[in-house]
């Protein structure tokens, strides 16, 4: 099982930035997804989730300005990010919705 | 959302030592289906977080069996019989019975 994400990078506030995660070596199609964020030098902050038939949660946080999305003939997971603020700024991770792979991360930062 | 309480914050340990760390919910984790969802990950320095522990004491595949953990409702534990260098970062519980999945603070495991 590998999850890769990738997409992270530098944008200012205001503007938006899409993250994708590449899945491999289990049916995408059968798992729900998370994604979670980790700020720096903070804890883990849950951000959204799909599920196999791709409803939808999101954080309160988050609501309104980030949409996951998941591509099964692609085996990827996205999560498309607008309005972005500068708490916006951490590690953005995918993990199998039973939290036991999960990718290396990708870093967002927002600033001007 | 259910807020997960973890304690200590941090916690010095000697190579051997047996530890524990506490994590206590707001409200009961127990599903109506009779599942509790509450699992415990470790990142270490530098790395993703990873699963140790699942549905409260169940060991996740290749995880020593130095760790364990217990627990009912609102209160759970992760107990680590003998503490080894590679046990060092920061320990994570989750839940996920409520959505949105909530984290608990962590706590840090260093070396005394």
């Known amino acids: 099982v590998q999850l890769v994400e990738s997409g992270g990078g530098l944008v200012q506030p205001g503007k938006s930035l899409k993250l994708s995660c590449s899945a491999s070596g289990f049916t995408f199609s059968s798992y729900g997804m998370h994604w979670i964020r980790q700020a720096p030098g903070k804890g883990l902050d849950w951000v959204a989730y799909i599920s196999s038939s791709s409803g939808t949660v999101y954080a309160d946080a988050v609501k309104g300005r980030f949409t996951i999305s998941r591509d099964n003939a692609k085996n990827t997971l996205y999560l498309q990010l607008n309005s972005l603020k500068s708490e916006d700024t951490a590690i953005y991770y995918c993990?199998?919705?039973?939290?036991?792979?999960w990718g290396q991360g990708t870093l967002v930062t927002v600033s001007s | 959302d259910v807020v997960l309480t973890q304690t200590p914050p941090t916690l010095s340990a000697t190579i051997g030592q047996s530890v524990s760390i506490s994590c206590r919910s707001s409200?009961?984790?127990?599903?109506?289906?009779?599942?509790?969802?509450l699992h415990w990950l470790l990142q270490r320095p530098g790395q993703s977080p990873q699963l140790l522990i699942y549905l409260v004491s169940r060991l996740e595949s290749g995880v020593p069996n130095r760790f364990s953990g217990s627990g009912s409702g609102t209160d759970f534990t992760l107990k680590i019989s003998g503490v080894e260098a590679e046990d060092l970062g920061v320990y994570y519980c989750v839940q996920g019975t409520h959505a949105p999945p909530t984290f608990g603070g962590g706590t840090k495991l260093e070396l005394k």
């Open positions: 993990a199998r919705g039973t939290w036991d792979y």
């Open positions: 409200q009961s984790l127990l599903h109506s289906n009779g599942n509790t969802y």
